[in-house]
C-alpha cells in the first residue's frame, strides 16, 4: 500500500512535475523566442530629419548625411555594424559607395572599428580632428586609458579637423568642434537642418563621460585631462541645441522618442533641455570624481606628515 501509495505518489510527481515542467518550458520559450528572433533581426532605420538619418543600431549611434554631392556617415559601430549599416541604407534607399566622407565622434572600437572596412567598401575620405588622429591611424593603441586592450583595424585619416572647422560636400556644411576628455580628440558635429519651414539646430554631442579607471589628476599619459573635460563642458554648454543625438542611443534617448514603426517627425527629437540636463549629468560625475581625487590626495599627505612625526613601532 505504503508502495503504491509512493509509486502513485511518484507517478504524479513525475507527471505534474512533468507537466509544469513542460509549460514552463514552453512559456519560457514563447517569451524567449521573440526576443531572440527580433535580436537576429537588424535595428531599422529612421529619418530624423530633413537629410539627416539614423543608420545605427539601438546602442550604436551611426548618423548618415545626405547631400546631391554625396553622403557623410559619421560612426561605422563595431566592424560587425558595417554589413548592417549597408542593410540600412539599401532599406532607405541609399548605396555605400554614395559615402564619400567618414567621421567619428571618438575613436574607441565601438564608434570606429568599422572604419576601416567602411573606407574600404565606399572609398571615402576619412576626416578626424587633429588630436584623434593618431589614436585613429593606430587602432587605439595609443588611447591613454585602453592602450593595446581596446585595439580596432587602424584607418588612415586623410583630412584633419580643428576646432570649429567646417565640413562641407554638396551645398551642405557640418561644423566639428573638439570636445577632448573622453579621447584627446573627441568631436561633436553640429549642422542645421531645413525641413518644412522650419530649421533645426542640431547637435550629434560627444558627451564627456568618464570611462572606468581614468585618473583626472596626475594622469601621466594624458597631463592635462582634467582641464579638457572642464572645458568640453564649458564649451557644451554655449553650444545651440534644438535636435540632441550623442554617440549612444541611450544618451539622447532614441527609443523614448521614436519607436519602430512611427512615423517621421523631426519634432520628436527636439530636446535643448535633455542636452542640457545631459551636459550637465556628465560634468556632476565629471566634478565628483575630482573631488574624490582630490581628497584621497589630501588624505595620503596627511598621512605622510603622521608617518614623519611618528616613531616606527615595529
Ligand atoms: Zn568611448
Known sequence: MGEIGDVGQLTRRLFGSGTLFGMRRALLLGFLLPLLLSAQKIFPPLRIAGNLYYVGDNDLASYLVVTPKGDILINTGFEYSVPEIQS???????????????LVTHAHSDHAAGEARMKK?????????????????TGGKTDYLFGSSGWFPPVKVDRALHDGE?????????TAYHHPGHTKGSASYAMEIADAGRTYRVLI?????????????????YPKIAQ?????????KELPCDIFLTSHAGQFGLLAKWRPGDAYDPDRFVDPAGYVRAVERSEVRYLRQLQ???????????HLKFKDVTPQKF
Open 228 to 236: 579638457d573635460y572642464a572645458r568640453t563642458f564649458q564649451a557644451q
Open 166 to 174: 567646417k565640413i562641407e560636400l554638396g551645398g551642405f556644411a557640418i
Open 205 to 221: 554631442a560627444n558627451l564627456g563621460n568618464i570611462n572606468e579607471g581614468t585618473a583626472l589628476l596626475h594622469n601621466p599619459k
Open 88 to 102: 540600412r541604407l539599401k532599406t532607405l534607399g541609399f548605396h555605400l559607395k554614395d559615402i564619400k566622407i567618414l
Open 121 to 137: 567598401l565606399t572609398g571615402a575620405k576619412m576626416f578626424a580632428m587633429q588630436e584623434e588622429v593618431d589614436l585613429l591611424q
Open 292 to 302: 574624490e581625487e582630490r581628497d584621497e590626495e589630501q588624505a595620503w599627505k596627511d
